[in-house]
């Protein structure tokens, strides 16, 4: 009598968790590197080179309007590469996702000005924005789920820090680019950049994309897909249409994930690109500011930004110890009281004006790492790809989109006083606030159910 013996059990390939951090790190950091690419040279190219010559206050806004057309593409991103995501699985739309935003970002380089082509320019320069708004859309959701239907148990805050990482990192290699370009062909007008760089130079920044995109697919590449996708696909619940199984069961959690966001887009942009125009502006031009050259406040920024990267690694444990909810609860509060001493610190000199970089960036990183796990957290795998990316995503209209725009109105009804900019924040983050105490917490939820 011969007895066969089954076969050892293949176990399913993982990711190795240096593999996860990698993919969900990287390329995040790509696609903020190439927003912030846009959102530097918005202030300090476009107005120049993409509108007419005329009102220097005209110029900039409309910079800002295109600036904040891609966040209105963004739930559409959120929508179409939520609903790959979660019918055809997350590796192969987080590659699509970030070769869109890649190629939009180099095409953004080699694009004609308004002297060569006139009203072509700016439109081509909409809709190449509006790509990298699609794109990113579609990449942050993705980055996250992978962080997070990957992470060991209990550590589920602290992998989902790593996608959030990507903002601080991308902001200082995009900043840090432009300094370094800005050096080499240097301006002897501290308030406009010179003409070799506004020629040529400019366009360094949006090109090198490429070669970051190459690193990034690369990694992305080798990934395989989670266990909580692989299980929805052999439990037979993957969804035929996400996006409407997405309001018909969770639409409460995408309003509530839609508000939990606000303060935070509203502070990031603020503090990102607001203040870059606050802080070149003269003493004396029509809408007054701080008056530093362009060099050293980005440089000033970009200290401040090290703390963004500090406490976005901080706020992972201290989430996965103390819940999303109560850790949101307390820097959302502060967030509001910070919002209502921008004029103390920004009238007290250099100090002051680092103290307010450092503050905000702080807050920003305590608001911004949870959102990695608690986003995710409120959607069941089946539709989390397009019910986290929806949330992410329609809170960056209501905050990112408008911020710079209203900012700048803000700043002019205050007469070059930023005192109704702080009390804008003040009152989003208490918005945020009243979501957070609606909500509930989600460290313990089943991430794979």
Request: glycine share 10%; net charge positive; proline share 6%.
């Amino acid at each position: 009598m011969s007895v066969t013996l089954a076969a050892p059990a293949t176990p399913a390939a993982v990711n190795p968790r240096s593999r996860v951090i990698l993919a969900s790190l990287v390329g995040t950091t790509i696609e903020f590197y190439d927003f912030y690419v846009y959102a530097t040279a918005a202030v300090l190219v476009f107005p120049h080179l993409f509108f007419p010559a005329g009102n220097e206050t005209t110029a900039l806004l409309a910079s800002f309007a295109v600036f904040g057309a891609a966040m209105v593409a963004r739930p559409l991103g959120a929508i179409f590469f939520g609903h790959l995501g979660d019918k055809r699985g997350r590796k192969v739309t987080l590659v699509g996702a970030l070769l869109t935003m890649g190629i939009a970002t180099f095409l953004i380089g080699a694009l004609p000005t308004f002297p060569m082509v006139g009203w072509l320019a700016p439109a081509l320069l909409v809709v190449l924005r509006l790509a990298q708004g699609f794109a990113l859309g579609g990449e942050w959701s993705g980055a996250a789920l992978v962080a997070t239907e990957n992470a060991p148990p209990g550590k589920r805050a602290i992998f989902g820090t790593f996608p959030q990482l990507g903002a601080p990192l991308g902001f200082i290699i995009a900043n840090g680019l432009f300094l370094i370009i800005a050096a080499v062909l240097p301006s002897e007008d501290p308030s406009r950049p010179s003409d070799a760089f506004l020629n040529w130079g400019w366009r360094i920044p949006f090109l090198f994309s490429a070669v970051m995109v190459i690193v990034g697919l690369w990694v992305r590449l080798n990934l395989v897909e989670s266990t909580a996708f692989e299980k929805t696909v052999k439990a037979g619940k993957v969804k035929s249409l996400p996006l409407a199984s997405v309001f018909r069961t969770h639409g409460r959690e995408v309003v509530l994930g839609t508000f939990y966001m606000l303060a935070t887009y509203v502070l990031f942009y603020l503090m990102t690109t607001f203040s870059l125009s606050y802080g070149r502006a003269a003493a004396g031009a029509a809408l007054p500011g701080l008056g530093y050259d362009y060099t050293s406040f980005v440089l000033m920024m970009i200290f401040g930004v090290v703390f963004f990267g500090i406490f976005t690694m901080a706020s992972g444990p201290w989430a996965d110890r103390h819940g999303r909810r109560a850790t949101l609860i307390g820097v959302t509060l502060a967030i509001v009281a910070f919002g209502l001493v921008w004029v103390p610190l920004l009238s007290a000199g250099f100090v002051g004006v680092m103290a307010w970089l450092v503050i905000g960036f702080s807050l920003m990183g305590m608001t911004f790492g949870p959102m990695g796990a608690l986003l995710p957290e409120l959607f069941p795998a089946n539709v989390r790809y397009t019910g986290s990316g929806i949330a992410y995503n329609v809170s960056s209209i209501l905050g990112a989109a408008v911020a710079p725009f209203i900012a700048v109105a803000l700043w002019s009804y205050g007469g070059g006083s930023p005192f109704w900019v702080g009390v804008y924040l003040s009152a989003m983050a208490l918005v945020t606030l009243i979501a957070l105490l609606l909500g509930s917490e989600t460290k313990d939820v089943d991430i794979e159910a």
